[in-house]
Structure formats: structure tokens, C-alpha cells
């Protein structure tokens, strides 16, 4: 390859030994520049990759002094043999393994019966938020929030009730042989972690570091006396914070260089990323390629379709089925089946064990949850959905789903299209505006709220994923907010 600028000052700086944070913004050939840095040295690094896949096609295209493995590979070599047995057990519902535990009452917390069920989930999201985390100790702050249940007070009550269970969950996942819990690989991850590991390398790759767990960041950084660490990713890409991720560039003490050259598309859609990377204060600006010219305009028949919500998803492929189209879901259909499956429970008069509708004994509760409450403001579509079409009609969409290979359309939700690109590309109609604050501009007009940070990001994602056209569609109100325009942009006309 014959490097830019950018990618040659990243060389000259780890050539000179230096620990590195390089943001690449979307499409500017990251993975190229890691090989270009390991091809120039012949000492002996690892590359940690996000996951399995990655780490395969990456082992093809850095030299082969490089170990290109997950960070679970890792754990698994040091520490997750012990535990194979235990691995890949039988799967059983979490209120059985919430009664080995001990869990056996309902409880009252405010005006709410948290059933034993509904106990025993938390107290199993309640270990994989530790495992995620960098704590040496299990306490309260790593019990969720669960719907329903948002005042803080409610949230201590219930986090005095389910600490000692999980911490009784957690002593039981360190016998290597058996135990009630299923063990998975972040259990050995963070066990691998809390063991203070020494990887032996002379410098570490670690790629997508904006979504790196805590777990994870502890025993990357504790490396830098003994390895060179380099770090890649997109702080723009932040996308999944509500999973325990954080992006550890910022803060990273080392040198901070960038990559800015798009490769993916034209100057016209790196203009319209560039209103995103403004709004969410991202480190890097993008500069299209002149060889390819993308174009913003609508499209009727896009290769895939960019959702905010699984909401929206499920609207979209039953939207799209209904045109007779063979759709595709990234990701696969579970997590719709899931919702829907939840939705028909309540519907006939079963509670659900799905985690975002755990606390709602009826279906009536959950829709008046929808409608009067601020907190379930955002179920209100899925609501909706299900009264006007029937659970049974998504769970047969959900059945009607075509393999992406051979699908006419691809539907996904954002956070499924990170690390992917189509050449054209809609975005749907549920990634909303922000509500209109209570006060209006000097020509009488409402002013509009302020766009959050993560919204930025996750649009900023979901307006890269394309080469070649890209219909705006549910973000085109980006053009009429306050904080959508750059100086490039027309001055609006006079009122």
C-alpha cells in the first residue's frame, strides 16, 4: 500500500516506541494502517480483536508475528480451560437457577410485586454488569435498573434485596467443575482479569477500543510497563455505553493522531457526517474520496434499511414482506421473536421473563406504562404495533425472514450495522428529533431541543454505512435544527 500522511505519522510514532491512540473515523482504513505499523518491526505484538470473525480475517493479513486473538481467546488460554466443563452447559430458565440460588418470594418494592422470576433475572444481569466491569468487588451499583422501578429510592431497596444473591451467584461460578449457574465466557474473562495477567508481547493492537469494556481496559492499560500499546477506533462510535462499554481513547496517555481520509465515500456524505461528528464533539472531521461520488437523495429500493429501534425493525420488515420483498434481518430475527413472544404472554394473561417487560403482570399495565408514564415513552410504538397487528402476525413475519444472502433488502437496527457498508442505504423514520423546548426564536417559531450526545453518535453510524446513495430519510430534520448546520450550509432565507 502506498500510505498517506496520516497513516505515516502513525508509523513514525510507533516506529519511535511511542503508545499510541489513533481515532479512524468511518472508512479511513484502520485495520490497513495497523498492518502497515506491524510489517515495519519485527518484534512480536498481538492484535486483540472485537470478535471472532475479525480476528480470523485479520490473522490473513498481518505478518506472522502477529497473534491476532479476542480478548476471550486470551482469558481462555490462561484461565477459561479450567473452567471447560462447566462451559456451554444446558440452558435453563433463569427463575430455575434464581431457586438454586434461593430465590423463592415475590417481593414488594413501592407499588410493584417483583415476582421470584423477575429476582432471579436481575440477579443474573446483575453478575454480568460486575463481569463487565473493572470492580475487584461485587456491590450494589452493578444491580440494573429495571422499568417501573426508576426512582432511586425503589432501586436501593431492590438492590439490598438481590446483592447477597448475586454475590451467592458469583461464588458459585469459581468451581471449575459444577454449580447452578450457567457458566459463559465473560465469567472466565473477568476471572482472567481479576488475576492481574501479564500478556507476553512487545506491543498490543487493541481494535474498536471506543467499545471496550471496563473489564478489558484494565488489563490493556496495566501492559504499558513491559509492551507498546496501540489503540484504534472511532470515539464518534460510541455506540454502546448502555452495555457497560466505554471509550477509553480520550483519556488515553499517550500520542493521539487520527485518520481522517474516508476511502468509503464521496466529500458530499463525509459533509453530512461531519454534522454529527460537530454535534457529538468527536475529535475528527472526515474528508471524502474523490472516487467515489456518493450521493444524498431518496432511494425506492435501498440495499438496506437503518433503524433507531428493534421497534422500527419489526415495522420495517413487515412494512417490506407486506410489498412482497424478501427480507432480511441482520442479525437474525431472535430478538424481534423475543419482544413478540413477551407481547403475547402479557397479552394472555402470562408475566414475561423478557427484561424489559419483566415487571408488567398484564398487558393493560404495560399499556398505560406506555402512554402516561415519561419513562415508557419509547415503548409506546412497540405498543401500538402489537395492538393494530396481533403478536402472532410479528412472530409469523419473524418466520417469514430470508437469509441476508439472498434477501432483495437488508433491514437492521444501527448498533447491527456498525462495521458494515452497503452501496445504498435509508434511514428509517424512528430516529426521531428532540422535543421543542418551552420557548420560541425571535420570528415566533418553537425552538427544538438539544440533540444528546449518543443520538448524535449512533446517527453518525448509521449515515457512514454507505458507498454510493444514501436517503436521509428519518434524519433529514438535521438540516432544520440549530445544531445541524456547518458554515458550508446555505444561510436560511429572512422570515
Not at 32 to 54: D, E, M, P, Q
Not at 130 to 140: E, K
Request: charged share 25%.
Amino acid at each position: 500500500m502506498n500510505p498517506i500522511d496520516e497513516q505515516t505519522a502513525a508509523a513514525d510514532v510507533f516506529r519511535a516506541g511511542g503508545h499510541l491512540a489513533l481515532q479512524a473515523g468511518a472508512g479511513t482504513g484502520k485495520t490497513s494502517t495497523l498492518v502497515l505499523l506491524a510489517s515495519a518491526t519485527r518484534r512480536r505484538g498481538r492484535y486483540i480483536a472485537f470478535n471472532r470473525a475479525i480476528a480470523h480475517d485479520a490473522a490473513a493479513r498481518f505478518p506472522t508475528t502477529v497473534a491476532c486473538k479476542t480478548a476471550h481467546a486470551l482469558a481462555f488460554g490462561a484461565v477459561g480451560h479450567r473452567y471447560a466443563r462447566r462451559l456451554n452447559g444446558p440452558r435453563q430458565a433463569g427463575w430455575k437457577t434464581g431457586l438454586a440460588l434461593g430465590i423463592t418470594k415475590t417481593v414488594r418494592i413501592g407499588e410493584r410485586d417483583v415476582s421470584h422470576r423477575a429476582l432471579s433475572h436481575a440477579v443474573l444481569r446483575t453478575v454480568t454488569r460486575y463481569c463487565h466491569s473493572a470492580d475487584r468487588t461485587l456491590t450494589r451499583h452493578h444491580v440494573p435498573h429495571l422499568r417501573g422501578l426508576e426512582d432511586q429510592d425503589l432501586h436501593t431497596q431492590l438492590a439490598q434485596i438481590l446483592l447477597p444473591f448475586a454475590q451467592k451467584a458469583w461464588a458459585d461460578l469459581q468451581h471449575p467443575d459444577d454449580g447452578v449457574v450457567r457458566f459463559d465466557h465473560d465469567h472466565y474473562l473477568k476471572i482472567w482479569a481479576l488475576s492481574d495477567p501479564k500478556i507476553d508481547a512487545d506491543f498490543l493492537l487493541l481494535d474498536e477500543a471506543q467499545d471496550t469494556n471496563p473489564v478489558l481496559e484494565q488489563v490493556f492499560t496495566a501492559q504499558r510497563d513491559h509492551a507498546q500499546l496501540v489503540m484504534v477506533g472511532d470515539s464518534a462510535q460510541a455506540i454502546y455505553g448502555w452495555r457497560g462499554a466505554c471509550d477509553i481513547m480520550t483519556g488515553f496517555d499517550g500520542h493521539a493522531l487520527s485518520l481522517s481520509q474516508s476511502f468509503r465515500f464521496g466529500h458530499s456524505l463525509a459533509e453530512e457526517a461531519n454534522r454529527w461528528l460537530t454535534i457529538a464533539d468527536a475529535p475528527i472531521r472526515l474528508t471524502g474520496t474523490d472516487a467515489i461520488a456518493t450521493e444524498l437523495a431518496p432511494v425506492d429500493c435501498p440495499d438496506a434499511v437503518l433503524c433507531r429501534t428493534n421497534i422500527g425493525a419489526m415495522t420495517q420488515v413487515m412494512a417490506h414482506l407486506a410489498a412482497e420483498c424478501r427480507v432480511g434481518l441482520a442479525g437474525g430475527g431472535e430478538s424481534l421473536r423475543s419482544l413478540a413472544t413477551a407481547a403475547r404472554d402479557l397479552k394472555e394473561g402470562r408475566r414475561t421473563w423478557h427484561p424489559e417487560l419483566l415487571l408488567f403482570p398484564s398487558w393493560g399495565e404495560l399499556q398505560d406504562y406506555a402512554e402516561h408514564d415519561p419513562a415508557g415513552g419509547d415503548l409506546k410504538p412497540f405498543v401500538d404495533l402489537i395492538d393494530q397487528h396481533g403478536p402472532d402476525a410479528m412472530l409469523a413475519a419473524v418466520d417469514q425472514l430470508t437469509p441476508e444472502a439472498d434477501a432483495d433488502i437488508t433491514v437492521s437496527t444501527a448498533h447491527r450495522a456498525k462495521g458494515r457498508e452497503w452501496g445504498s442505504v435509508k434511514i428509517a423514520d424512528d430516529f426521531l428529533p428532540p422535543k421543542d423546548i418551552d420557548q420560541q426564536d425571535a420570528n415566533g417559531r418553537p425552538i427544538p431541543g438539544p440533540i444528546d450526545d449518543s443520538e448524535a453518535r449512533l446517527a453518525y453510524v448509521a449515515v457512514t454505512r454507505t458507498r454510493e446513495r444514501l436517503d436521509l430519510g428519518g434524519l433529514s430534520w438535521i438540516h432544520h435544527h440549530t445544531e445541524g448546520r456547518l458554515p458550508t450550509d446555505p444561510q436560511p432565507a429572512a422570515a
